[in-house]
């Protein structure tokens, strides 16, 4: 097996889907032929919701030509996951059947175990009682079924069984499987959404439900925090101890959040010795990190800081500007850093907490232990508290910059651009103005009290807005405008249409010195004009931190799909972006 179908293999298995997407991607555009890594490229995609580009890469692929009986199903999979998440009614029980008849049709020339089971399941799920035990029973009549080797094996027979109304018999299956090798993380999240279904449509009672599912529920995801204090605490030991009692307790094996001297570093630790994934995020660059939040605690922290760091899963920066005295930008990290372990459980469908290592004391401003606690409760989310007892809190303060007189604040940062723009006839503009420009204009004038500045020049629109979900309703309003332009009027084709591009960060709010009228600037508004140049015509890209935030703040609205990391306009260099959708 290829390194490259190795490491991306284990990403989806870790339920890592964002790393799993770049591996595979990267790879393949690097020259690596392997059909196999496709298929594992379109599974991901596919496990992240993102049906659309799933199907299109499995019919550019050509995997439905594949001899393999696993590749070829994963389009019957695509339209499971679509019909799915349709609502209650006919159009969702034609596009069961379709994919049953899909699963079907593959298990009867192959005889795969794989499309069987699934066939199985829609059969079920679309009312067709008799044909799913039919397909189950004959799953079970199978020798690598009846006999599993490993975990995929024996959470089909689990499946069979419980279709077949054997739930005592599919409880015991489950249980054994999840001691079979590949019984990971990946894995166990897939067949508990499959047999969660099942479950409902049999009508199991909520204690068999748990029961059954007991042996594969997924690992916890956790967001950490916790007050600094100096080296040498002689209650360390004993604070580590409650620490892993809590890991143990709940099971977790994902942590986000960030380093600082302390608590944090004690978290970080406890996770890197039990081999789960540390998920580390910066408020800003490491130099000014390291000065403000770990050497003010002792040096003695700093070793044990590039440690974890050097075992850290994943290192984000919530922002790459400096520290400028702004505690605000301590408060947004940490946002980032609960909506990244948010996207994480949904993901996995598992459950999410937040450790934190508190006194017990609300925090007067944006940033602290105490804000991150009210923050993370505000969603609705539970906090287990340990009492840092026996610490000293007693830094030695950093040196910090002055502080900059001009107001500071977190914002929503749109842009948009029209592609071909400069080469429109003189004939074409009015249209333009009109057509495309007049459409956005009357979208903006609907947010009198939602847009805290805009400008335009040319083609391009900047409107700022005072937070995520606000400003992804307004991208996705200008878009949903020009749907109907008729963009042949500007000598165009139907593909054209406007690039928007949002990020969400701190950044400085004055008064213009040209213009007279509120304005902002700043590293992060530079960060997010460089989005939509990169953005197809009528879509809306959105950065790593608009999506975290916008995850925690409005899930129920919007989501955001996983482009990959993409390299930016002018240089700038490769971030991670998504794609913005209504719900």
């Given at each position: 097996?290829?390194q490259s179908?190795?490491?991306t ?7 890592n889907?964002?790393l799993?997407?770049?591996?595979a991607?990267v790879?393949?555009?690097g020259g690596?032929t ?13 496990r992240m919701?993102?049906?659309q580009r799933a199907?299109?890469?499995f019919?550019?692929?050509g995997l439905h ?12 999979r695509i339209l ?19 994919a049953?008849s899909?699963?079907?049709e593959?298990?009867?020339?192959s005889?795969?175990?794989y ?6 399941s829609?059969?079920?799920l679309?009312g067709r009682k008799e044909?799913?035990?039919a397909?189950?029973?004959?799953i ?5 079924i009846?006999?599993?080797?490993d975990?995929?094996d024996g959470?089909?027979?689990a ?5 077949n109304?054997r ?7 489950l ?5 079979l ?6 894995a166990?999240?897939?067949t ?8 409902k ?6 204690d068999?439900?748990n029961?059954?599912l007991?042996?594969i ?19 360390e ?5 409650r620490?892993?009692?809590f890991?143990d307790?709940?099971d977790?094996?994902f ?6 001297a ?6 970080a ?9 540390l998920?580390v ?9 390291i000065e403000?939040s770990?050497?003010?605690a ?5 070793e044990r ?7 850290a899963?994943?290192v984000h920066?919530?922002?790459e500007?400096?520290?400028v005295?702004?505690?605000?930008q ?6 980032v850093a609960m909506?990244m372990a ?5 993901y996995?469908?598992t ?13 007067t401003?944006?940033?602290g ?7 993370w409760?505000s969603?609705g989310?539970?906090?287990a508290?340990?009492?840092p ?5 007693n830094?030695?303060r950093a ?6 007189q001009h ?7 749109l842009?948009?651009d029209?592609?071909?723009?400069s ?5 074409a503009?009015?249209a333009f103005w009109?057509?495309?420009?007049g459409?956005?204009?009357?979208v903006l004038?609907e947010y009198?009290?939602?847009i805290l500045?805009k400008n335009s020049?040319?083609?391009a ?11 992804a309703?307004i991208?996705?309003?200008?878009q949903?405008a ?5 963009y042949s009027?500007?000598?165009f084709s139907?593909s054209s249409?406007?690039?928007?591009g949002v990020?969400f960060g ?8 040209i213009?007279g009228r ?5 590293t992060e ?7 939509e140049?990169v953005?197809p015509?009528?879509?809306v890209f959105?950065t790593?931190p608009?999506?975290a935030i ?10 955001c799909?996983?482009?990959g990391?993409?390299?930016?306009a002018?240089?700038y260099g490769t971030?991670p972006i998504?794609r913005?959708?209504?719900?």
């Amino acid at each position: 097996m290829a390194q490259s179908v190795k490491q991306t293999k284990k990403a989806i298995d870790n339920g890592n889907l964002l790393l799993a997407y770049d591996l595979a991607r990267v790879a393949i555009d690097g020259g690596d032929t392997s059909v196999e890594l496709r298929h594992l490229l379109v599974l991901t995609l596919a496990r992240m919701g993102d049906a659309q580009r799933a199907m299109e890469l499995f019919q550019e692929y050509g995997l439905h030509g594949s001899a393999n009986a696993h590749h070829r199903s994963l389009a019957a999979r695509i339209l499971k996951d679509a019909a799915l998440a349709l609502p209650l009614g006919q159009d969702r029980d034609e596009a069961l059947s379709a994919a049953y008849s899909a699963y079907a049709e593959i298990y009867e020339v192959s005889g795969d175990a794989y499309p069987g089971i699934n066939a199985a399941s829609l059969a079920l799920l679309s009312g067709r009682k008799e044909q799913a035990r039919a397909l189950a029973s004959s799953i079970i009549a199978l020798d690598e079924i009846s006999n599993p080797k490993d975990y995929y094996d024996g959470a089909t027979l689990a499946e069979a069984l419980l279709i077949n109304g054997r739930v005592e018999e599919a409880t015991v299956a489950l249980s054994m499987a999840s001691g079979l090798p590949d019984a990971n993380s990946g894995a166990k999240s897939s067949t508990s959404r499959q047999l969660s279904q099942i479950a409902k449509i049999l009508k199991l009672d909520v204690d068999k439900q748990n029961a059954l599912l007991a042996p594969i529920v997924p690992p916890t995801v956790i967001h950490y925090c916790g007050h600094m204090f100096l080296e040498g605490a002689p209650t360390e030991a004993l604070l580590r101890q409650r620490i892993d009692q809590f890991l143990d307790g709940q099971d977790v094996e994902f942590a986000y959040g960030s380093l600082a001297a302390g608590a944090d570093i004690l978290v970080a630790e406890a996770i890197v010795a039990r081999g789960g994934e540390l998920h580390v995020t910066f408020p800003f660059v490491k130099a000014d990190f390291i000065e403000q939040s770990v050497i003010p605690a002792g040096v003695g922290w700093i070793e044990r800081f590039e440690k974890c760091l050097d075992a850290a899963t994943s290192v984000h920066f919530a922002t790459e500007m400096n520290y400028v005295g702004d505690p605000s930008q301590f408060g947004y990290a940490s946002k980032v850093a609960m909506g990244m372990a948010k996207l994480r459980a949904q993901y996995l469908g598992t459950s999410l907490q937040q450790l934190a290592l508190w006194d017990g004391v609300a925090s007067t401003g944006p940033a602290g232990t105490g804000a991150d606690v009210e923050v993370w409760k505000s969603y609705g989310y539970s906090s287990a508290i340990i009492a840092p007892e026996g610490v000293d809190r007693n830094l030695l303060r950093a040196q910090v910059p002055e502080v900059d007189q001009h107001k500071r604040g977190l914002a929503a940062f749109l842009f948009t651009d029209f592609p071909g723009f400069s080469k429109l006839p003189e004939a074409a503009l009015p249209a333009f103005w009109q057509g495309v420009m007049g459409n956005m204009a009357n979208v903006l004038n609907e947010y009198p009290d939602q847009i805290l500045a805009k400008n335009s020049w040319g083609d391009a629109v900047l409107a700022i807005m005072p937070d995520a979900p606000v400003a992804a309703k307004i991208a996705l309003a200008l878009q949903e405008a020009l749907r109907d332009f008729d963009y042949s009027l500007l000598g165009f084709s139907e593909s054209s249409g406007m690039r928007i591009g949002v990020h969400f960060g701190p950044a400085y709010q004055t008064e213009d010195l040209i213009t007279g009228r509120t304005t902002f600037y700043g590293t992060e508004v530079s960060r997010a004009a460089r989005i939509e140049p990169v953005t197809p015509p009528g879509a809306v890209f959105v950065t790593e931190p608009f999506a975290a935030i916008l995850v925690l703040e409005a899930s129920d609205r919007f989501k955001c799909r996983y482009v990959g990391n993409v390299e930016f306009a002018k240089g700038y260099g490769t971030y991670p972006i998504y794609r913005l959708m209504a719900v």
